[in-house]
């Protein structure tokens, strides 16, 4: 059996994968076994699976940079809404833990998919999980490439673009090069990082909490109001514009899945990974936001988390008042943070095309393997290469269109996780009369948030339909909108490309696995 055929098709009705196992389809037996890769096997234990989940996810960051756009929209009831976006984040959680038991591959969505669908749903699930880890890749080079340079002399390299460009790209080659040269050393520099941005954001947040305690007259008590659902859904089109903010910022915790073949245990270790990496992240999240929003409150002034000026960035705003001299700690915090992402982001996207390209989908020198590092070697380059390519060509192009390119990343978050909630949903279908245990963690959960994301989607795209939305507007719409639909459109066209082209037809001609003798 050639690891480039093993399991090109999937049965569509849940039939036998692998002569190791019933595919999960309807029994929920054991998943078939996982072709080897040459992958570095067993290399990550729980422990790491979890710091790759929250890592992926840049915590500090997108606190900083997404919580005043909550509280501007929901004030003192953003602790609930960073909840209640949590929720179908939690349920396709579920979905990824369920589906990798059952089929522990690297290539996460664009396998699963594959196996509940078919060979387009796949291949457009793996798109969608390669475009988003390309797309806020560019974010995340901007915001490297700006952090660094407000940590040297006065600040003002931070606002040249040439500058802060150059530096994002060295940023992304140095994170490819580690994610190149092996597992273990991207495990070791992932470490350092989040010590770094923990350690920082701990002694932000014991600061902020001796100032409350020593009677910050500028702060506000806490209010257990701040939790009513009744007083938040007085305006239901608020929240549910909170909700789509709060949403994105849980992102990244399936870093933890996309390595499952060179962790510990790889059908149980990563689903528990990405459970507990959600959970620490909801904690997170809120208990900081309730700190901040106690000592800086929620007004319009000065620190408030309300104040426009402040929305960018509400740290950054804060750091002198609350450290003083150390403020430099939070900007080290949120430069870490992205850094962190920056080399995590990478892992998934690089993996998912190594996947495709063992597969069939994609050609087989996606699928290699390299001999020494034990790394996807090519796949790798090539992610590193496009997020470089698009980053500059977008920087240039247009720093507002960089900007609403980058929004539109919810739509293809939205559009993936989706797509893997449906597919445990349908591939499970035949186990969920077996127990409460599958009815709910493969069935009602999975479908709820998938419902939920579809939802989401939707409801992202008439917003960013509007011309007024983000900093530009195309042929009278929005500029991320155009942005989001042109680079999933770019998918199906490279889909359509790839069913014609010899090397990868014969994946979308496969109708079932081909039996494994292993």
Same mark, same amino acid.
């Given at each position: 059996?050639?690891?480039?055929?093993?399991?090109?098709?999937?049965?569509?009705?849940?039939?036998?994968?692998?002569?190791?196992?019933?595919?999960?389809?309807?029994?929920?037996?054991?998943?078939?076994?996982?072709?080897?890769?040459?992958?570095?096997?067993?290399?990550?234990?729980?422990?790491?699976?979890?710091?790759?989940?929250? $890592?992926?996810?840049?915590?500090?960051?997108? #606190?900083?940079?997404? /919580?005043?756009?909550?509280?501007?929209?929901?004030?003192?009831?953003?602790?609930?809404?960073? #909840?209640?976006?949590?929720?179908?984040?939690?349920?396709?959680?579920?979905?990824?833990?369920?589906?990798?038991? %059952?089929?522990?591959?690297?290539?996460?969505?664009?396998?699963?998919?594959?196996?509940?669908?078919?060979?387009?749903?796949?291949?457009?699930?793996?798109?969608?999980? &390669?475009?988003?880890?390309?797309?806020?890749?560019?974010? #995340?080079?901007?915001? %490297?490439?700006?952090?660094?340079?407000? /940590?040297?002399?006065?600040?003002?390299?931070?606002?040249?673009?040439?500058?802060?460009?150059?530096?994002?790209? !060295?940023?992304? *080659?140095?994170?490819?090069?580690?994610?190149?040269?092996?597992?273990?050393?991207?495990?070791?520099?992932?470490?350092?990082?989040?010590?770094?941005?923990?350690?920082?954001?701990?002694?932000?947040?014991?600061?902020?909490?001796?100032?409350?305690?020593?009677?910050?007259?500028?702060?506000?008590?806490?209010?257990?109001?701040?939790?009513?659902? &009744?007083?938040?859904?007085?305006?239901?089109?608020?929240?549910?514009?909170?909700?789509?903010?709060?949403?994105?910022?849980?992102?990244?915790?399936?870093?933890?899945?996309?390595?499952?073949?060179?962790?510990?245990?790889?059908?149980?270790?990563?689903?528990?990974? $990405?459970?507990?990496?959600?959970?620490?992240?909801? $904690?997170?999240?809120?208990?900081?936001?309730?700190?901040?929003?106690?000592?800086?409150?929620?007004?319009?002034?000065?620190?408030?988390?309300?104040?426009?000026?402040?929305?960018?960035?509400?740290?950054?705003?804060?750091?002198?008042?609350? #450290?003083?001299?150390?403020?430099?700690?939070?900007?080290?915090? !949120?430069? $870490?943070?992205?850094?962190?992402? +920056?080399?995590?982001? *990478?892992?998934?996207? &690089?993996?998912? +095309?190594?996947?495709?390209?063992?597969?069939?989908?994609?050609?087989?020198?996606?699928?290699?393997?390299?001999?020494?590092?034990?790394?996807?070697?090519?796949?790798?380059?090539?992610?590193?290469?496009?997020?470089?390519?698009?980053?500059?060509?977008?920087?240039?192009?247009?720093?507002? /269109?960089?900007?609403?390119? *980058?929004?539109?990343?919810?739509?293809?978050?939205?559009?993936?996780?989706?797509?893997?909630?449906?597919?445990?949903?349908?591939?499970?279908?035949? +186990?969920?009369?077996?127990?409460?245990?599958?009815?709910?963690?493969?069935?009602?959960?999975?479908?709820?948030?998938?419902?939920?994301?579809?939802?989401?989607?939707?409801?992202?795209?008439?917003?960013?339909?509007?011309?007024?939305?983000?900093?530009?507007?195309?042929?009278?719409?929005?500029? %991320?909108? !155009?942005?989001?639909?042109?680079?999933?459109?770019?998918?199906?066209?490279?889909?359509?490309?790839?069913?014609?082209?010899?090397?990868?037809?014969?994946?979308? /001609?496969?109708?079932?696995?081909?039996?494994?003798?292993?």
């Amino acid at each position: 059996m050639t690891a480039g055929t093993s399991m090109a098709g999937g049965p569509p009705e849940g039939t036998s994968g692998s002569s190791g196992g019933n595919s999960g389809g309807n029994s929920g037996g054991p998943g078939p076994v996982v072709p080897s890769k040459g992958l570095r096997a067993g290399i990550l234990d729980l422990g790491d699976s979890v710091m790759l989940g929250l $890592a992926s996810t840049a915590p500090v960051y997108s #606190l900083a940079a997404t /919580l005043g756009l909550i509280v501007a929209v929901n004030g003192n009831y953003t602790p609930l809404i960073l #909840l209640l976006g949590f929720v179908p984040v939690l349920f396709i959680a579920y979905a990824f833990r369920e589906l990798n038991s %059952a089929m522990p591959d690297c290539g996460t969505t664009f396998i699963w998919a594959r196996r509940a669908f078919g060979p387009w749903a796949g291949w457009l699930g793996g798109w969608g999980v &390669a475009l988003a880890g390309i797309v806020v890749l560019a974010n #995340l080079a901007q915001v %490297a490439g700006q952090y660094l340079w407000l /940590l040297i002399g006065d600040g003002s390299l931070a606002e040249n673009d040439l500058v802060v460009t150059s530096t994002g790209v !060295v940023f992304i *080659i140095f994170m490819t090069l580690v994610n190149y040269r092996g597992i273990r050393l991207g495990e070791h520099v992932q470490r350092v990082l989040t010590y770094v941005q923990y350690v920082s954001l701990g002694i932000f947040a014991l600061a902020i909490i001796f100032r409350i305690t020593g009677g910050a007259p500028e702060g506000q008590a806490f209010d257990i109001e701040w939790f009513n659902p &009744a007083g938040a859904f007085a305006d239901p089109g608020a929240v549910v514009h909170g909700v789509l903010l709060a949403l994105f910022i849980y992102w990244g915790w399936d870093t933890c899945l996309a390595v499952n073949e060179e962790t510990e245990n790889p059908a149980k270790t990563p689903g528990r990974g $990405a459970v507990i990496s959600a959970f620490v992240l909801v $904690a997170i999240y809120v208990s900081v936001a309730l700190l901040v929003m106690m000592y800086a409150t929620v007004g319009t002034d000065g620190i408030g988390l309300g104040n426009a000026e402040n929305q960018d960035d509400v740290f950054l705003a804060m750091k002198d008042v609350v #450290l003083g001299p150390w403020g430099w700690l939070i900007v080290v915090a !949120v430069l $870490a943070s992205v850094l962190s992402s +920056t080399q995590t982001t *990478i892992l998934p996207t &690089a993996r998912g +095309t190594l996947s495709m390209g063992v597969h069939g989908a994609l050609p087989a020198k996606f699928g290699e393997v390299h001999e020494r590092n034990q790394t996807p070697g090519f796949s790798t380059q090539v992610m590193g290469a496009a997020a470089v390519v698009y980053y500059v060509a977008m920087s240039f192009l247009s720093q507002n /269109l960089l900007s609403d390119s *980058i929004s539109s990343i919810s739509l293809f978050i939205a559009f993936y996780y989706a797509l893997t909630g449906f597919a445990c949903f349908w591939f499970f279908r035949g +186990t969920l009369r077996e127990s409460a245990r599958n009815l709910w963690f493969r069935g009602i959960l999975p479908l709820l948030g998938a419902l939920m994301l579809t939802a989401a989607f939707f409801i992202s795209a008439v917003q960013m339909w509007d011309p007024t939305y983000g900093d530009t507007e195309i042929l009278g719409v929005g500029g %991320a909108f !155009v942005s989001g639909v042109v680079l999933l459109a770019l998918g199906v066209v490279l889909a359509v490309v790839c069913r014609f082209a010899p090397a990868t037809r014969g994946y979308f /001609l496969a109708q079932r696995p081909v039996p494994s003798n292993r």
